[in-house]
């Protein structure tokens, strides 16, 4: 059965950093597209990043672009997310997905497979 769980999350004072980590099982992801999204309460999922399949070209939101980064492990299967120069506004809940091809990177629909989120507390 395939499955995303993510890693890293936790309590960090605003300016500091955190690795998460997304470690997919079941199937490989060589082949598709794997994102991170994320969403604070009372907000819609938001996306933060995104790999693609072939070559590994990145994308980031705006909010996060000089700050975050993302990369991927294929011989681990493994997604991650380095997030730098942590803000308040970066709290929320970090969902790792993967699957497909779709341009439409920053969209959730176009992704198929779901991890169960880990926590981000950024304190001021």
């Known amino acids: 059965q395939e499955q995303l769980v993510e890693s890293g999350g936790g309590l960090v004072q605003a300016g500091g950093s955190l690795r998460l980590s997304c470690a997919a099982s079941?199937?490989?992801?060589?082949?598709?597209?794997m994102a991170w999204f994320r969403q604070a309460p009372g907000k819609e999922r938001e996306f933060v990043a995104a790999?693609?399949?072939?070559?590994?070209?990145?994308y980031t939101a705006d909010s996060v672009k000089g700050r975050f980064t993302i990369s991927r492990d294929n011989a681990k299967n493994t997604l991650y997310l380095q997030m730098n120069s942590l803000k308040s506004d970066d709290t929320a809940v970090y969902y790792c997905?993967?699957?497909?091809?779709?341009?439409?990177?920053?969209?959730?629909?176009?992704?198929?497979?779901w991890g169960q989120g880990t926590q981000v507390t950024v304190s001021s």
């Open positions: 997905a993967a699957g497909g091809r779709s341009a439409s990177f920053n969209n959730p629909r176009s992704y198929t497979y």
């Open positions: 790999i693609r399949w072939s070559g590994g070209t990145t």
């Open positions: 079941g199937r490989t992801f060589i082949t598709e597209n």
